[in-house]
C-alpha cells in the first residue's frame, strides 16, 4: 500500500519500519540499533538526478547508514581508554 518503507536489517533480530516518507536518509547505530532521521534538501536533487539518469519514475526511495551513535561511539572511547 505504500504506507511505510521496510528499513530492512537493521540489527537486534527485530522488523524496523519508517512511517516518514518524505525524502531522507536513516542512520543506524550498529550496538544499540537506534534509528534516527536525516532530512537534507539535497536528497531531493539527488532523487531528480537519479530519475533524469535512469529515465525512471521514482516513487519512492531507502537510503540507510550504518555506524555507531554519539552515545556508543563514547563508550567504545571510554573503554579503548581504560585498557590502554
Known amino acids: 500500500m505504500g504506507l511505510v ?9 527485530s522488523a524496523r519500519y519508517d512511517t516518514d516518507l518524505k ?6 547505530c550498529r550496538r544499540c540499533h537506534c534509528i534516527e532521521d536525516i532530512f537534507d534538501e539535497n536528497l531531493i536533487g ?3 538526478k537519479v530519475a533524469k539518469a ?7 526511495e ?13 563508550l567504545t572511547k571510554k ?4 585498557s590502554g
Open 79 to 82: 573503554r579503548q581508554g581504560k
Open 23 to 28: 525524502p531522507h536518509a536513516n542512520v543506524v
Open 54 to 60: 535512469s529515465g525512471f519514475d521514482i516513487r519512492g
Open 46 to 48: 539527488l532523487r531528480r
Open 62 to 74: 531507502r537510503l540507510l547508514y550504518y555506524g555507531r551513535c554519539p552515545k556508543c561511539a563514547g
Open 5 to 13: 518503507h521496510d528499513l530492512g536489517d537493521t540489527g537486534g533480530g
